[in-house]
């Protein structure tokens, strides 16, 4: 490897902001950095005496570095996010989920909807939020829908309705859709009211129900007041299950654990004076990272990774190397002043110890299961003899309905579990109904294609079948070099199907691998396995479903895509378009009466 001269880049270095990148001798980023001061910061590298030996070991993989330089410190904060994103280099904490968090919105309709939303906060109504998980948006919801009947249906189903639907019935929606069963101004005022429950304002909600429900009894209309005693009696119990209840309008709060070369930071949302949630995160942690610099790197990354709400106080358990440019980059992005705490007063320490006990915990039982996880790949390896780590693992198997819709999925596991964002799912088609061996043929074609064109080759391949499924994959890769062709193995479940009796088959001699149904290996191999036969019958049943709602109106004469999409819109879907008459199958746009006609015959006949 030629060797950087350091000296001679540092010759020409300026002393103004930016951010620096190094290279490995394969031109990979192995490191990103920003600085104040480009020439004394990357200088600190390559001093005589280097006390970290973490450092030390960066510095000798670097092949070439370059530099870009900005006019301030927040836009070097800033340019640094977006290339730690970019190249997720080894040497840097990378923040792992950058998704922007779930709300619950309220549209600014007739009659308003209440709805999961996530993304952009483009459109008109309002956003209350943010919540940790997509689970506690549409548990809220689910809450809320027992409490206020106010519509969480789509737009395009609540246009179509000519009678209530199954929600009135049950008393989760006062059916604003049909005329003649609620009020503009009653329903109005149960917006209203889920509107202040979502702020956090419970007893004003509470004590607005009991007024209603005394006057209502008041003047003898006890089926009413009856509604009321009930809307109260749910709206106390969601209150039980509240977690914390605090004077904070608007505060995220954070905790911070580390074991070893594994780090969790939880944080917790608090709005309106609620706390909504809390969400642990594992960041990758290189081995040249101390903790405060842990913090710090997901601390940037989180605020800057888009779509995150700033709140105007943040509870750290840690002090920030640069607070106060850190402070005014959060206040530019925010739009309004933020403050950083340690926790100091009772309340915010209350949160802070809170955070803090939740992230231990986390980081506990993280630990435990990859100790669990490193224990079956230590078996596996054992099982196998295999003389070097497995480090890469995928799964394919094969779902359809007697041969149609079908399915492959590929799962993948690296030595720390299921590896997501490397999942796959394939639509096989041109191939024989319920043919799988084709099946699994197209799958591994389109999947590995040819030696040239795999990123990343798995070290063991298993197949979810018996022999001929194997055989499939034992003929995709008998032309691929030694070096490249991976372990194949198939995971045949056998005449019980139960779990522990599975047969392993190894591939070219189709020996049985023999292993205790309690081994360590074998349960890898089963969480791999099942792990792949659920995403592919996930994929099969949205396919499924989509060719159900579709293939009723693809037999009928001048109904194309986009008409049939119209319908389905206008209508609410398939069984709304059923029960619609021909008058108003006709006021869809681009369906004249005569094709009305048509649709309604075919949809009766």
Sequence with gaps: MATFDSAE???HLTNQPGVYRMYNDQAEVIYVGKAKNLKKRVSSYFRMQVDNAKTRSLVSQIADMDVTVVNSETEAFLLENNFIKKYKPRYNVVLRDD??????FLSDHEHPRLSFHRGPQKRKGEYFGPYPSAWSVREALRSMQRIFPVRQCEDSYYRARSRPCLQYQMKRCSAPCVEGYVSDEEYSEQVNLARLFLKGKNQQVIGTLVERMEQASVDL?????????????ALRKVQERQWVAGTQDEMDVFGFAVRGNMACIQSMFIRDRQLLGSKAFYPKVPPTATEDEVFEAFFLQFYLAGNKVIP????????????EAITDLLSSEAGHRVKL??????????????????AQSALDARYVEQKSVHARYLDLEETLERELPVQRMECFDISHTSGQQTV?????FNREGPLKADYRRYNIEGITPGDDYAAMAQALKRRY?????????????????GKGQLAQAETFFEDWPDDKRPMLIGVAKGTTRKPGLETLILADSHETIPMESHAPALHLIQHIRDESHRFAITGHRNRRQKVKNTSTLEGIPGIGAKRRQALLKFMGGLQGLKKASKEEIASVPGISRDLAETIYDHLHS
């Design 9 to 11: 880049f540092l010759k």
């Design 99 to 104: 998704k922007s968090y779930p709300f619950i």
């Design 221 to 233: 209309n006890f089926e009413t007041a009856a509604r009321y005693r009930d809307q109260i009696s």
């Design 312 to 323: 105007r106080q943040i509870v750290i358990p840690v002090t920030l190397s640069d607070e």
């Design 341 to 358: 705490f340690r926790g100091a007063r009772e309340e915010k320490r209350r949160y802070l110890e809170l955070a803090q006990s939740n």
């Design 408 to 412: 492959a999925s590929c799962v993948v």
């Design 449 to 465: 294609k040819t030696v040239s064109e795999v990123a990343k080759i798995p070290d063991i391949l298993f197949i979810d079948g």
